[in-house]
């Protein structure tokens, strides 16, 4: 068993005796009551499980705690907790969410898009964003509103 330190949304934080192969997703849900992360294949597929890691999108499934001491995470519920990033206004405006389910893994992989390339072209759009499944297949409102977040 470890005890693991590292940022999480701005903050320091502990986690003692987790063992240090299990996934960030689930300290992150069982350990931290951070449940915007989702749990979708496991397998580090669908991206429903992407947070942000030294602020980089990653798959919190398939890395271990024992990987990310000194780092620091960033959750949907510390990407922007007065929802007024622009992704959050454009996902808005764009009416993405149906199911809702794979949007905070959406949210957080188009954000670090938008981090490296402030201008991205549908084509860099669809390279980024390939790596998140939705089931409701909002695909275009997804590529609509990182379209509209970037012109803001």
């Known amino acids: 068993m470890a005890t693991i330190s590292f940022q999480l949304n701005g903050k320091t934080v502990s986690v003692k005796d987790v063992d240090a192969q299990m996934p960030l997703l689930w300290v ?6 951070m449940t915007g992360t989702k749990y979708g294949c496991g397998i580090a597929m669908c991206g429903a499980c ?6 980089s999108a990653v798959r919190s499934c398939s890395i271990p705690i024992s990987s990310i001491e000194g780092s620091k995470i960033t959750t949907i519920e510390g990407f922007s907790p007065n929802m007024d ?24 992989s188009a954000a670090a898009l938008l981090a490296e390339n402030a201008k991205p072209s549908d084509e860099d759009i669809d390279i980024a964003m390939s790596g998140n ?12 509103a990182i379209k509209t977040a970037s012109n803001q």
């Open 28 to 33: 992150l849900r069982d350990h931290l009551n």
């Open 85 to 108: 990033h622009p992704l959050q206004k454009a996902w808005i405006e764009h009416d993405v969410p149906q199911c809702g389910y794979c949007q905070a893994g959406q949210i957080m």
């Open 133 to 144: 499944i939705c089931r409701c297949g909002t695909y275009n409102r997804i590529k609509a």
């Open 50 to 55: 992407t947070v942000h890691m030294n602020g």
